[in-house]
């Protein structure tokens, strides 16, 4: 299992942005779809978004959607991933990890947890009023 190097978490206020980085450990990150998961104290580790392992496709939780923005480098598949969020609200306070996806170049970009077996560190995002 890949271990992926996570950067950016801290604490804004509300209606603030953020911008989370994650970082695989060579080459073969590139050939991984990557997704974002968050888990705030006491809950579940829940889907935010993924990108694709050609870094083209995206897919987003209903909450995101609109709100965070998840990219790549499409000329270099290996370059880090990030996560953009604006508009930041409390209820967005969590821990968020990384993960690479278990099977290489998959078309379906899965909302399981299930489906990622390396993972980020995770890193505190606190939304403050």
């Known amino acids: 299992q890949a271990q992926l190097t996570q950067s950016g978490g801290q604490s804004v206020q509300a209606g603030g942005s953020l911008t989370l980085s994650c970082a695989g450990p060579?080459?073969?990150?590139?050939?991984?779809?990557v997704a974002w998961f968050r888990q705030a104290p006491g809950k579940e580790r829940t889907f935010v978004a993924a990108?694709?392992?050609?870094?083209?496709?995206?897919?987003?939780a209903d909450f995101a959607q609109g709100r965070f923005t998840v990219s790549g480098d499409k000329r270099d598949n290996a370059a880090p991933i990030y996560l953009r969020m604006n508009n930041l609200k409390i209820q967005d306070t969590a821990v968020y990890y990384c993960?690479?996806?278990?099977?290489?170049?998959?078309?379906?970009?899965?909302?399981?947890?299930?489906?990622?077996?390396?993972w980020g560190q995770g890193t505190q995002v606190t939304v403050s009023s």
């Open positions: 993960a690479q996806s278990k099977l290489f170049l998959q078309t379906r970009l899965s909302p399981f947890v299930q489906d990622y077996d390396s």
């Open positions: 060579g080459r073969t990150f590139g050939s991984y779809n």
């Open positions: 990108i694709s392992w050609n870094r083209e496709d995206t897919n987003y």
